[in-house]
């Protein structure tokens, strides 16, 4: 599929405004509001900037995650289905994957 008009019409007028450089590692400011907002607006729940964080992606920030917290031989319960880096993810970084079966016969929990 083609990336929708207002899409593509927002990444120029970005790169016209010289938001070319790298950004906090963490997330731009307005994006953050904008997550709070949202969050507010549609959950009712309260955040502040300074509490979100936004990433490149889900399993970069789940690698970046069991970098900063896994012990040597920690277990790490995975769910299966499961992506298939996520056990390596777990190995590379020092713990030990333990791989939960959800079942089609348990609703998958």
Partial sequence: FDTPDTIKNAAKAAIDAGKTKYTAPDGIPELKAAVCAKFKRENNLDYVPNQV???SGGK???FNALMATLN???EVLIPAPYWVS???MVLIAGGVPVIAVARL???FK
Wanted: hydrophobic residues 20%; aromatic residues 6%.
């Fill in 86 to 88: 996520y056990p390596d």
């Fill in 60 to 62: 970069q920030v789940l």
């Fill in 72 to 74: 040597e031989g920690d």
């Fill in 105 to 107: 016969e348990n609703n």
């Fill in 53 to 55: 964080s936004v990433s």
